[in-house]
């Protein structure tokens, strides 16, 4: 599903709590995209978001790179030192005046793809936790789907 950087992400849950997560990642091939550099300690910063219990499972993507037909048809769980990276799972991140949505593939687009999120949403994720108190209730709230 292809949604351009920063509009609007449709979600019926959020849109239940009165908030409006903006779409960030949700890449197609045929699509342009920015690609460049992440700055130092991001991906790390993001692994965190992207791993299992700080994730919304099964999220709207199949787990497969939309971005390329050259990448593999499945992508098997990564493994991390602090737990898992489900490629198939979906993300929330709470910034400081915005909620980001996002597919856990964003991991791989940004390393494989060089794929080059907006600067808003690598703000959230080095300033953020993934296991704070709003991240935490938000995802919960999610899926227990209201």
């Given amino acids: ?12 849950f959020e849109a ?16 342009p995209y920015t690609t460049g550099k992440v ?4 991906l790390e910063k993001l692994a965190l978001f992207c791993l299992e219990e700080n994730s919304l499972p099964g999220g709207r993507r199949s787990g497969r790179c939309a971005v390329s037909g050259d990448c ?7 493994k ?6 489900f490629l198939d799972s979906e993300l929330r991140v709470v910034g400081d005046e915005d909620i980001f949505a996002a597919p856990a593939m964003i991991y791989h687009y940004i390393t ?5 999120p907006p600067p808003t949403f690598i703000t959230a994720v080095l300033n953020g936790d993934p296991q704070s108190t709003a991240q ?3 995802l919960n709230t999610i899926t227990r789907g209201l």
Avoid: C
């Avoid at 599903?1 to 019926?12: A, E, N, Q, R, T």
């Avoid at 239940?16 to 699509?31: D, E, F, H, R, Y």
């Avoid at 494989?112 to 080059?116: A, D, T």
């Fill in 1 to 12: 599903m292809y949604i351009p950087d920063l509009k609007p992400f449709p979600s019926k």
């Fill in 16 to 31: 239940k709590l009165g908030m409006v997560p903006l779409a960030v990642g949700w890449l197609q091939g045929n699509k």
């Fill in 39 to 42: 700055p130092a300690g991001f």
């Fill in 72 to 78: 593999p048809k499945r992508f098997k769980p990564i």
């Fill in 80 to 85: 991390h030192d602090q737990g898992m990276i």
């Fill in 112 to 116: 494989e793809h060089q794929y080059l």
């Fill in 136 to 138: 935490t209730t938000l």
